[in-house]
């Protein structure tokens, strides 16, 4: 089994400590997010994990957690992306995220960390121009260091559509998408990076881009040192290539109030 930790919330961000008290304790209890009366525990015994895929937009905390994160096979899908606290409110300052991710790496492998620069979003200020520069920028500061870049295109979510609306903040068209991809294909295959998209259904492969599997059974077994094999995961979105794996979040605990966030559409008040 894979534990997905998480899509719904930023644990190693925000609650990396409670994280590693439940795998001390063997299990996670999670709320189901469609009925809150409903909670399933989940085993983190190392019998029962395959490994585990991180999602962060913060790689510090988990970067203290390493000494006590050995033995369990892991691998981090690492969102760096150049939006300030306008579109991100609540993520802390990104200036030490760069060097974090390069500490990741070196510590545990280009295996061990998938670079995601998503979601790309345009406005005013988030020009196309824009943002060939800064993945230019960012993809320069992380070579060597990641084999694979995940990028994907905003969606807009019934649930942060009016707030997306009032900052004038738009996912790409048809052609500037194009031209993106076409971009950032250039740039990473420059830096020796892949790149793949996430749950988009575009078919982006005349640029060499492949459509990601974000939990991915194979990237754990090389991690971990023997194969790991699982079914596609059933539920996700028609696009999305992910193998099976068990989330352990919680929608609502994550603070980081960005604006495009699907999260924000599920959590519940109170």
């Known amino acids: 089994m894979i534990i997905s930790a998480s899509r719904r919330e930023d644990i190693p961000a925000r609650?990396?400590?409670?994280?590693?008290?439940?795998?001390?304790?063997?299990h996670a209890d999670v709320v189901n997010p469609m009925n809150p009366r409903q909670v399933?525990?989940?085993?983190?015994?190392p019998a029962d994990v395959d490994g585990v895929v991180f999602w962060t937009k913060d790689m510090r905390p988990l970067l203290s957690a390493l000494p006590?994160?050995?033995?369990?096979?892991?691998y981090v899908q690492a969102t760096l992306t150049p939006y300030g606290p306008d579109i991100e409110p609540g993520a802390p300052n990104k200036t030490q995220y760069p060097d974090a991710l390069l500490r990741l790496a070196d510590a545990q492998g280009p295996e061990a960390v998938v670079w995601r620069y998503d979601p790309i979003l345009l406005d005013p200020n988030w020009t196309a121009d824009a943002h060939l520069d800064a993945f230019a920028r960012?993809?320069?500061r992380l070579s060597g260091a990641v084999n694979l870049c995940v990028i994907s295109f905003l969606d807009v979510y019934a649930g942060v559509a009016k707030a997306l609306a009032a900052r004038s903040i738009r996912p790409p068209e048809a052609d500037e998408a194009r031209r993106?991809?076409?971009?950032?294909?250039?740039?990473?295959?420059?830096?020796?990076?892949a790149l793949a998209t996430c749950a988009e259904a575009a078919d982006l492969s005349e640029?060499?881009?492949?459509?990601?599997?974000?939990?991915?059974?194979?990237?754990?077994?090389?991690?971990?040192?023997?194969?790991v094999?699982?079914?596609?995961?059933?539920?996700?979105?028609?696009?999305?290539?992910?193998?099976?794996?068990?989330?352990?979040?919680?929608?609502?605990?994550?603070?980081m109030a960005c604006v495009y966030c699907?999260?924000?559409r599920m959590a519940k008040p109170g």
Do not use: T
Request: net charge positive.
């Open 262 to 264: 699907y999260g924000a």
């Open 40 to 45: 399933s525990r989940v085993s983190l015994r």
């Open 229 to 255: 094999r699982a079914a596609r995961a059933k539920g996700q979105r028609a696009a999305c290539g992910c193998d099976e794996s068990r989330d352990i979040g919680e929608y609502g605990q994550c603070g």
């Open 138 to 140: 960012l993809s320069e």
């Open 68 to 74: 006590r994160l050995s033995g369990l096979p892991f």
């Open 180 to 193: 993106l991809a076409a971009g950032f294909s250039a740039i990473a295959r420059e830096h020796g990076q």
């Open 207 to 227: 640029h060499g881009i492949a459509h990601a599997k974000c939990v991915d059974a194979s990237r754990i077994g090389r991690v971990a040192g023997h194969p």
């Open 15 to 26: 609650r990396m400590e409670w994280f590693l008290e439940r795998l001390k304790e063997g």
